[in-house]
């Protein structure tokens, strides 16, 4: 009963535009981020700030990644992908995964080597500005990336964020750690600030992993977007009953299934006009849904037994 075509809400298309703009300053930030740590970490050779560069290395090939992902699922829905192309995002979350999960592992090893055998750090003052400013930068990036999320919903943001948003707490354990090294002399707890990092990395590998393979296995959405959905399709006492509700997303895109109960006596333009209705409604709750609503004949009360 959906149309071919689904006009996008103005609400969507500024979301998208959010998106877009995300993944430049997303890029532009990883960059910069880049090359201030490469310039600390050769001043200074601190392990907490090598786990810090390695993180934000990490960061700018994920955003370039995500760049190019949320351009290709933004793209409409052709004959040879008729779900259109939104799990492009998806597959965006598990690089990021993968990426994330390998720098938390040569970070955990190089920090237990450092605590190992301890190593001073020099010109710990370049090291503690420059983690300062990457606080202060990358703040403002997870700021305008919470607002895009906001508007869009998209994973492949969610994914970048969580990237930065871990990167919020390293800079601040590697800012802990090269300075108790440089001001207190104390350079194994730059070893050790660098480890937690490498533990907090691991951890936001796993939570994107997780979202992504979510989307990707076609996870149920949330049972409250469902009772949502089936709210709003009961609105009309004219439709008995909803059963066979399945729910996916594709990209930001919410996918949506169901049958619903009809009065047998209607025409097929009064149950047409019904269903029309419903995915309306639907629509409000979730604006841009692709929607598919089939009719069973059955009167208000019939078993549904053997559904």
Request: glycine share 8%.
């Amino acid at each position: 009963m959906t149309t071919d075509t689904i006009p996008r809400p103005a609400d969507l298309d500024a979301g998208a535009r959010a998106v877009r703009l995300a993944t430049w300053l997303s890029i532009g930030t990883a960059v910069l981020l880049v090359l201030l740590k490469v310039f600390g970490w050769a001043a200074s050779g601190s392990v907490s700030l090598l786990a810090s560069l390695l993180d934000s290395g990490l960061d700018l090939v994920a955003s370039l990644a995500v760049f190019f992902a949320v351009r290709w699922a933004a793209r409409p829905p052709d004959w040879d992908h008729r779900h259109g192309h939104g799990k492009a995002e998806a597959f965006a979350g598990l690089l990021q995964a993968g990426l994330v999960f390998g720098s938390g592992l040569f970070v955990a090893w190089e920090a237990m080597d450092r605590i190992v055998s301890p190593r001073p750090v020099a010109n710990g003052g370049w090291a503690v500005a420059i983690m300062a400013v990457s606080i202060l930068v990358t703040l403002g990036l997870v700021w305008f990336q919470t607002r895009a999320i906001a508007r869009s919903g998209s994973v492949a943001i969610k994914g970048d964020r969580a990237h930065y948003a871990a990167d919020l707490v390293s800079n601040l354990v590697a800012l802990i750690g090269v300075g108790s090294a440089t001001f207190l002399a104390a350079a194994p707890l730059d070893a050790v600030a660098g480890l937690i990092v490498a533990v907090w990395l691991l951890w936001g590998a796993f939570s994107v992993l997780r979202e992504a393979a979510d989307q990707l296995l076609d996870r149920e959405l949330p049972a409250a977007t469902q009772a949502a959905i089936t709210a709003a399709v009961l609105a009309d006492p004219n439709i008995g009953g909803v059963h066979r509700l399945r729910t996916r997303s594709s990209g930001s895109v919410p996918m949506v299934q169901m049958h619903v109960d009809l009065d047998p006596d209607l025409t097929l333009a009064q149950a047409h006009d019904l269903l029309e209705q419903a995915e309306a409604r639907v629509r409000e709750a979730l604006p841009g849904a692709d929607i598919l609503i089939h009719p069973d004949p059955r009167r208000v009360g019939a078993d549904l037994a053997t559904e």
